[in-house]
């Protein structure tokens, strides 16, 4: 089982970035596909983005593609989630997943996946 840390959220302007980071520990990291979901206060938890083991695809939400950038360095276990022109809707606990069924299709299914992180609240301010 791999484990899951997310840093990086935190307060910022509207149009403004963040970059989060997920680091891994634990079972083979580059095996794993992962992604991010966020949960806003009083919404049901939804997907960001996907991206897999090899990173060569990724799937992201409509609401999200052209300003946010999933990546991820196998050599450092660690995924990342660029976000750029923030809107106050971003506003979120934002949770990094992984699952090793080798697809993004359990994520953008809802299902459920391998190993959660704890969060890191993003809050973008107007």
């Known amino acids: 089982q791999v484990q899951l840390v997310e840093s990086g959220g935190g307060l910022v302007q509207a149009g403004g970035s963040l970059r989060l980071s997920c680091a891994a520990s634990?079972?083979?990291?580059?095996?794993?596909?992962m992604g991010w979901f966020r949960q806003a206060p009083g919404k049901e938890r939804e997907f960001v983005v996907a991206?897999?083991?090899?990173?060569?695809?990724?799937y992201y939400a409509d609401s999200v593609k052209g300003r946010f950038t999933i990546s991820r360095d196998n050599a450092k276990n660690t995924v990342y989630l660029q976000m750029n022109s923030l809107k106050p809707e971003d506003t979120a606990v934002y949770y990094c997943?992984?699952?090793?069924?080798?697809?993004?299709?359990?994520?953008?299914?809802?299902?459920?996946?391998?190993?959660w992180g704890q969060g890191t609240l993003v809050t973008v301010s107007s």
């Open positions: 991206i897999t083991w090899s990173g060569g695809s990724t």
């Open positions: 634990g079972r083979i990291f580059s095996s794993y596909v």
């Open positions: 997943a992984a699952d090793k069924r080798g697809t993004v299709l359990p994520f953008l299914r809802d299902e459920t996946l391998d190993a």
